[in-house]
């Protein structure tokens, strides 16, 4: 990316400095319209011209050089990596069913705990649940007895009162 920008500058730079030439140039015609001076502006801007015709032709150059090594370097970078690949299967052969291995180890690690929090839940629900059941249980007995308690009650009540219309017929 460098490398386009200082590209995109000089160009930028040379186009500023070619219209500043010719702005000279046009105002050395209308200021002295003699054609010596002409004839010096003129060979002054083929010398300016040629030298940078020739910078721009170093540029190129160093630039196919760069690039030409630029692409030799990314090749052996490549190279390099296929290299390293074999010495790491070569280093660890089980490597990779280690890695697979320990993966699922992890996986099967966090649906524990989550079936661990999930088991815990399930606990604490079924505590309160029995809890529950047990007051409801204890409350219903408490209720029967007392039932139980009223109908005796109203039992004697009722043969209390029959004896009393008994006797009383």
Same mark, same amino acid.
């Given at each position: 990316?460098?490398?386009?920008?200082?590209?995109?500058?000089?160009?930028?730079?040379?186009?500023?400095?070619?219209?500043?030439?010719?702005?000279?140039?046009?105002?050395?015609?209308?200021?002295?319209?003699?054609?010596?001076?002409?004839?010096?502006?003129?060979?002054?801007?083929?010398?300016?011209?040629? $030298? #940078?015709?020739?910078?721009?032709?170093? !540029?190129? /150059? @160093?630039?196919? +050089?760069?690039?030409?090594? %630029?692409?030799?370097?990314?090749?052996?970078?490549?190279?390099?990596?296929?290299?390293?690949?074999?010495?790491?299967?070569?280093?660890?052969?089980?490597? $990779? #069913?280690?890695?697979?291995?320990?993966? !699922?180890? /992890? @996986?099967?690690? +966090?649906?524990?705990?989550? %079936?661990?929090?999930?088991?815990?839940?399930?606990?604490?629900?079924?505590?309160?649940?029995?809890?529950?059941?047990?007051?409801?249980?204890?409350?219903?007995?408490?209720?029967?007895?007392?039932?139980?308690?009223?109908?005796?009650?109203?039992?004697?009540?009722?043969?209390?009162?029959?004896?009393?219309?008994?006797?009383?017929?």
């Amino acid at each position: 990316m460098t490398t386009e920008e200082q590209q995109q500058q000089s160009q930028t730079m040379l186009c500023m400095r070619k219209k500043k030439m010719s702005e000279m140039i046009e105002t050395s015609d209308t200021d002295s319209p003699l054609l010596h001076d002409q004839d010096m502006t003129t060979s002054a801007l083929a010398a300016f011209r040629s $030298k #940078e015709d020739d910078i721009e032709r170093r !540029r190129s /150059e @160093i630039r196919d +050089r760069v690039q030409a090594q %630029l692409t030799r370097v990314e090749e052996e970078a490549k190279r390099l990596h296929l290299i390293h690949g074999e010495l790491d299967s070569v280093t660890d052969p089980m490597r $990779k #069913e280690v890695a697979a291995i320990c993966k !699922r180890v /992890e @996986i099967v690690n +966090r649906d524990v705990k989550s %079936l661990g929090v999930n088991c815990q839940k399930k606990e604490k629900e079924y505590k309160e649940s029995v809890e529950a059941f047990n007051e409801k249980t204890t409350e219903k007995g408490q209720l029967l007895a007392k039932l139980a308690e009223l109908m005796n009650e109203s039992e004697k009540l009722r043969s209390t009162k029959l004896e009393e219309l008994c006797k009383n017929i």
